[in-house]
């Protein structure tokens, strides 16, 4: 067992740091919950833009991972894992994990510095919001199988293909393209005017994070890094979202936690609250364990990546592969605790279980996930 001291003990100095900083997430977002008001029966939730500029102008929260000098406020992501993790007790509906996660680490993988003076102080400041498009049939996120060609027409590259399951694309500004050249994959920015390009919202599971199809038809493109290399970086890109998602997904195992116990100690049957039987009880000491490894493993791989520990990409893999499990567990568990309300669109239990469902799904489902474990141990 390691003996090296974890920054989110108690009493070290760091950790009054991110309980600060938890604190002004915890407290400005409490409000702004997006399940506070589910519109029964419908098929999204509307997204308050005034959120997304206040978290940008208050809390500077699309600043936090993005180096100082591109505009950022240059912290790690053990920062943004406590941010991620707030934002999932709330199922938050704005662009960040899309624009502030996705978009940043896109960019700073491509070591492209110009591209990161370019595009990165408009996305620090929120005045843009980015998104990633990688996934094309079957979901998956792996570079080796993008279908979409680059070609270069004299005056420039243009794009053609198709882009699905891209996080806010519909909301973007920019979209980091992966497309296919004679070099191998590489990542391109197209402007959200570009010509040729269509975007179409698409129809999801999780109503509080929408998804759009993207239709590229010659639509020209600004290439991002060296031609071929998306493939190098978008490994280093998917270990640090997979990180981030893990939090998200152990924020919001925590906050279903929450609404279970309370539910379990107010909810009265046959003149005793639920909470005194012996199977709730065990329900939920087993959602317990399961949030508190998930909330361990998402905030060690977040330790390994700002130590530069060499192990961080096995952990990476194996936080995402874990809180993925974790957070449906805990999410069916909630479901069983609240009965009959619990199946209701009146009652933000289905939110979750639906976060928890296409988070599990969203980088190319359980196997895929478990492939990238065995990849990263050597295996």
């Known amino acids: ?43 999204g939730i509307g997204r308050d833009s005034a959120v997304w500029r206040q978290l940008s102008q208050q809390l500077r929260l699309p600043a936090l991972s993005v180096p100082e000098e591109f505009g950022g406020d240059g912290f790690g992501l053990v920062e943004l894992v406590v941010v991620m993790e707030e934002m999932g007790r709330v199922l938050l509906d704005a662009p960040f994990f899309s624009s502030a996660v996705l978009a940043v680490q896109a960019l700073l993988a491509s070591g492209d510095r110009r591209a990161c003076q370019r595009y990165l102080p408009e996305l620090a400041s929120g005045r843009q919001i980015g998104a990633l498009a990688v996934a ?65 919202e698409m129809e ?27 493939a190098r970086a978008m490994t280093a890109v998917l270990d640090v979202a997979s990180v981030a998602l893990a939090a998200e997904q152990a924020g919001a195992a925590q906050a279903e936690l929450d609404l279970s116990i309370e539910y379990a100690r107010t909810r009265v049957q046959f003149g005793r609250p639920i909470g005194s039987f012996q199977a709730v009880q065990h329900m939920c000491a087993e959602m317990l364990v399961q949030v508190e490894l998930a909330l361990a493993a998402a905030r060690e791989a977040a330790l390994l990546h700002d130590e530069r520990d060499p192990g961080f990409g096995v952990a990476a893999a194996a936080a995402h592969a874990y809180c993925s499990r974790a957070a449906m567990n805990v999410a069916a568990a909630t479901i069983q605790v609240h009965g009959g309300i619990g199946f209701t669109w009146e009652h933000p239990a289905h939110l979750y279980f639906r976060r928890a469902k296409a988070s599990q799904m969203l980088f190319g489902g359980p196997a895929v996930v478990y492939e990238r474990v065995l990849e990263r141990l050597g295996i």
């Open 204 to 230: 999801t599971l999780d109503l509080t994070r929408p998804m759009a199809r993207l239709e590229l038809a010659g639509t020209p493109a600004v290439i991002v890094g060296r031609d071929g290399g998306a």
């Open 136 to 200: 094309e049939r079957g979901s998956a996120w792996d570079p080796v199988l993008v279908e979409t060609r680059a070609a270069n027409d004299g005056q420039g590259w243009v794009l053609t293909g198709r882009k699905l399951f891209v996080i806010d694309g519909a909301q973007a500004d920019l979209l980091l393209v992966v497309a296919r050249t004679v070099g191998g994959p590489t990542l391109f920015a197209v402007r959200r005017d570009a010509e040729g390009l269509a975007v179409h």
């Open 1 to 43: 067992m390691s003996t090296r001291p974890d920054i989110f003990e108690r009493d070290s100095e760091r950790e009054k740091e991110l309980a600060e900083l938890r604190s002004a997430v915890r407290d400005f977002l409490a409000p702004r919950s997006g399940h506070r008001e589910v519109p029964a029966g419908q098929a």
